[in-house]
């Protein structure tokens, strides 16, 4: 390294502590180690001029700025979160209430609301004739296509809901099972019910709606056999099919 | 200054103990930068205040400062930009006199702040940046896109022209050869 280049490095980095400087400084004849001197005082008294006096409470002031910021985004975050949740909230309840609306109107909370005015029925026994029976279909525009079950205890004309219905009690091995007949209700799919003490199945029967209802605990077969006979009678015997086995 | 809360998150100690080390040199740094005294404390304010959002990125303790002061001439660029559109023209080559409002304001501080104050940007930057900063001509270049070689080459132009302006008391050090 020669002075020039020696003078330049240094004029630019004096603190720069490079071996080649300092080897070049601590050997040099012609003046390099006092250039060196020079340059370190210079910068020694800019350093010292550069250091300003700081503005009393800095620190304090950063620190406060940074602390407000993060707490007014911790209360914005702790906002959306509860809004968030509000509205799932408040989306369940909706879809509660509704669910719920639409459990009340549906044809099993229906058959089993209409119930407790007709109680009584249950525990009727005298059996009915068939034309007091025929009579009850009639009155909502019905014929019967087959034989009627026996046993039947009860027939009313009645209305379950919205719908028109024959209100039948049969009695089944001792066990009084409800059907209720609905003509004219057609979009029913058939399925299986519990609720609120009573076990209940409803099926499309022949442009109406058949709903067989049994308080908790009655045997399954009373209700096949209910279930069997009111089909029989609506329908008509089922037809034979030629091949079946 | 009371200690650190032992019970603080570690990012808002880590955060705590930087503004503690470094805000000094910052604040330094952002007033010869600007030389303006309430823009340099906007700007330390700002830079730290975006520091805290990227804390993350930090890698080591090491590169605080660097870092920091990356930030903070962002944060005076952008504040350039805005001031463009200003309506109101601000003199920001006139230093703020409470800056130097000190028993240090006489004598050849003062002198040598002066002449600091009348140095262009391209060279008073680098120069704050390796005096205040602690940065090496490789760390400026990185810094400010530029070829190191351009960054000493600012860096002994700084240092020449604040010495032609010191006159006599730079020739009396023998800064000039």
Redesign the interface.
Known sequence: MNCLEF???I????RSRAPELLAHRDSCKDGCA??WQ?AQ???D???????????EG??D???L??AT??RRRQVGMRRAWLAMAASVVIAFAGVGMLWRQNDLNSLPALAVAHMPGEIEALSLTQPMTDAQVEAGFMGRATRLKGPMPNGVTYVHDCTVGPYPAVHLVTRMNDEPVVALYMPGKMDTKPGTFERDGWEGRQMPLRGGTLVVLAQRGASRGAMDAVERGWRAAIEGPAAQTIGRI | MPPVHKDVNPKQRQYEAMVRALSADLYRFAFWLSRNESVAQDLVQETFLRAWKNLDSLRDAESAKPWLITILRREHARLYERKRFDTVELDDTVPEEAAFASPERSGDAAQVRDAMLKLPDKYREPLAMQVLGGMSCDEIAAATDQQPGAVMTQLFRARQRLKDLLGGRAAAEGGRK
């Open positions: 003078r330049r490095r004029g630019a980095e004096p006092a250039f020079r005082r210079f910068d008294d800019l350093e010292a001029a550069l250091v300003i006096p700081l503005p800095l620190v002031r950063i620190l700025a940074q910021g993060e």
